[in-house]
């Protein structure tokens, strides 16, 4: 391999030999079904070149996860496997390229000698606490075998079935990780009782992991992944997917009913997180899986537990595919990349290895569904995100969706952290995919160590007077509303400040947020509690480029010569003027910081800042607007809007209570004893 291998790919479309374009049946993405299978084919032929001589293994290049090279081997086995069981069965057995005898070959060789220490033997199923990879491959390689038993598992001979399944029990028989990964010895245990090899572990294991998906479901569709408060992508592409394929599969109608009715309230918020060119939300952890996003919009596709119209979802999930491969997810050589785009370390976990990327499988679900079904017939329709602007509140989960009605999308986040319940709070435990304020389609969180955008610090003296800002941790929710049509939307949150070095802890320290929107605009509110002398804040913006724009089809934006601003700070028209300060404030217009690691969809960033004391309480007002793409110009037009509103927003005395009146519409938000309390009026002032 050469070091271009590892450079985006500008070709996808040549190495995965798509065929031609039809714009009549698919006139926004111009895919069809010939375009999903051919991406199949494309992906498991550049794969398969690094598999061990018998396939048990693929040892893809690229740095080892923290398990090590062995379970990286079989990560990718068990992740490509998924994408040729949904092409295969799919297709109902047609199979030209053989691929289900290569897998069939590679299952007898992985677990002949398993944990053994040559180059095809998987490693054994261990808890999740010794690095247990192999339980969560498990899951993927039982829902391959259960999709393709006709082709291959009911042909194999007696003894590399139980072999297999002695492997596979494993995961019924070892300690999962407290979260989403119950479900995959469900997965596992729905295989062996579908093949006749149930029994009372098997049992168990469906309804424990039945039972825990019950305590996790939080309404509006959306489930925590855990006992905390983390939501995110696992949703789509793990709580809801297991056990509703589960069910699916089972011909269980009741549970089919039962989980496909959360199915489609997720997706009556969550359809909306795609964004007009394709891109899915960035927000969470795992992004490497790109197209795995797009899961749930392809399950109740399948299952029929979906409120969107069959050219709905068809747009969702070609454009989503799409979107990835037309901006570097591809290498030269055709591997999937560790990154969103093209390659980026910034944005990943330690568990991510090289095969990682190929739970972008889970994107390909859509091949299970029939080709004459109305999912693939049906002429594509626009993306929910491409009609007029509109907020949701998601008051279960403390999210606010917005939308601009130009396709662009945000997510504020007023209640996901990934904190588990057990675990205390620690600035070190600040992650970028939860902690912010607010995460679009358009731009990404920055990375660690780098200034963090869309995020409000306290500043006090830390040791030896050198000053330390804090981190949002624990997120506590105080409600969420929107109005019926979308006009306008808020939600609340509070959290305590914490600090990089553990302290110092300031007590009765408590900072109070609040996001409302209405159109393309954000009225950012921040009350803090209880700062002490010579406290001040920082309240920074959406992070983009220095000429602004938030994202670039280019595939080799990430090889591209930014011009990059002289000095510590660059303020005025050429940088970031996506935020505004109305109250509170140093100074209304920003300050650009630089953000050197910069964020997924761009190698060098820019975040506008805002600065101001805050000894005591004190009451800060801001308002935001993402960044449009366009260049410095349009960036700079991005200002008018928001200085147009400086004037219309006053507060009271006490500091509880903020006023701001735009377009004939008064806002009116208060701080109260018992949360926060927003009416909106047109009455005037």
């Known amino acids: 391999m050469t070091a271009a ?9 040549e190495l995965l030999r798509l065929p031609p374009e039809d714009r009549e049946s698919s006139p926004f993405t111009g895919w069809t079904r010939a375009h999903w299978e051919a991406t199949a084919d494309g992906l498991l032929a550049a794969a398969r070149r690094y598999a061990t001589p018998r396939g048990a293994r693929l040892d893809l290049p690229g740095r080892p996860s923290r398990t090590g090279v062995r379970s990286d081997g079989l990560e990718g086995y068990a992740r490509t496997f998924l994408t040729a069981a949904f092409r295969v069965a799919g297709a109902r057995g047609a199979d030209p390229h053989g691929l289900l005898e290569r897998y069939a070959e ?14 095809e033997s998987w490693p054994r199923i261990a808890d999740h606490t010794v690095y247990g990879q192999p339980m969560v491959e498990a899951a993927s390689v039982a829902l391959g075998l259960r999709l ?37 010895p469900l997965t596992v245990a729905g295989f062996l009782e579908s093949a006749g090899r149930g029994d009372a572990e098997t049992r168990r294991a469906v309804e424990r992991g039945l039972e825990l998906l019950d305590g996790w479901y939080r309404g509006e569709g959306w489930y925590s992944d855990g006992d905390g408060r983390a939501f995110d992508h696992y949703n789509g592409w793990a709580l809801h997917l297991y056990p509703l394929l589960h069910a699916h599969l089972a011909q269980d109608a009741a549970l089919s009913a039962r989980l496909g009715a959360r199915l489609r309230a997720h997706l009556d918020g969550f359809a909306l997180l795609f964004d007009g060119d394709g891109a899915p939300l960035h927000f969470g952890r795992s992004l490497t899986y790109r197209f795995a996003a797009n899961a749930a919009v392809a399950l109740g596709a399948l299952t ?52 990682s990327p190929y739970w972008a499988s889970k994107g390909l679900l859509p091949l299970l569904v029939p080709e004459d079904d109305p999912l693939w017939t049906a002429r594509e329709e626009a993306a929910p995100s491409e009609g007029p602007a509109r907020a949701v509140a998601l008051p279960s989960a403390g999210l606010l969706i917005q939308t601009s009605g130009d396709g662009r999308v945000r997510l504020h986040n007023h209640g996901s952290d990934h904190v588990p319940p057990h675990e205390g709070e620690s600035a070190r435990a600040a992650d970028p995919l939860y902690a912010r304020l607010a995460y679009s389609t358009r731009t ?7 200034v963090p955008d869309n995020h409000l610090a306290v500043e006090v003296p830390g040791p030896h007077g050198a000053p330390v800002r804090s981190a949002r941790v624990r997120i506590h929710p105080m409600g969420a509303a929107a109005d019926p049509d979308g006009a306008w939307g808020w939600a609340a949150s509070w959290h305590t400040p914490v600090f990089p070095s ?34 001040r804040v920082r309240l920074t913006g959406w992070a983009a480029p220095p000429g602004g724009e938030t994202d670039t089809a280019d595939p080799r934006s990430y090889d591209r010569q930014l011009p990059l601003p002289r000095g510590e700070f660059e303020p005025g028209p050429h940088g970031p003027q996506s935020l505004h300060g109305l109250h509170g404030w140093d100074e209304e217009t920003p300050a650009a910081l630089r953000a050197p690691q910069g964020t997924a969809f761009t190698p060098w960033a820019l975040v506008p800042a805002l600065t101001g004391p805050a000894e005591g309480a004190a009451l800060f007002v801001a308002l935001a607007a993402l960044p449009s793409g366009g260049g410095p110009a349009a960036v700079t037009a991005e200002a008018s809007p928001l200085a147009e509103a400086a004037g219309l927003v006053s507060a009271d005395g006490a500091r509880t209570t903020v006023r701001w009146n735009a377009d004939g519409t008064l806002t009116r938000i208060a701080f109260t004893p018992d949360g926060v309390d927003v009416t909106t009026s047109t009455d005037g002032p």
């Not at 002949?112 to 040559?118: A, E, I, M, N, S």
């Not at 007696?158 to 002695?166: I, L, M, Q, S």
């Open 5 to 13: 291998a590892d450079r985006p790919c500008d070709t996808a479309a």
């Open 106 to 119: 590679g299952l007898a060789a992985g677990t002949r000698t398993p944990g053994g220490d040559d180059e």
């Open 148 to 184: 393709t038993r006709p082709w291959l598992w009911d042909r194999l001979g007696p003894g590399v079935r139980d072999r297999a399944e002695e492997w596979l029990r494993g995961a019924l028989r070892h300690v999962p990780a407290p979260n989403n990964w119950y479900l995959f």
């Open 304 to 355: 029929g537990h979906t409120p969107l119209a069959p050219g709905v979802s068809r747009r969702l999930l070609s454009g989503s595919v799409r979107y990835f491969l037309d901006r570097g997810a591809l290498s030269r050589d055709g591997l999937l990349t560790l990154g969103w785009h093209g390659p980026h370390e910034a944005t990943l976990q330690d568990y991510s290895g090289p095969a």
């Open 444 to 450: 990404g969180p920055t990375a660690s160590g780098n």
């Open 502 to 535: 553990g302290g110092p802890m300031v007590p009765g320290l408590r900072v109070e947020s609040v996001t409302y929107v209405r159109g393309g605009l954000e009225l950012r509110v921040h009350r803090v509690i209880g700062a002490p002398a010579g406290a």
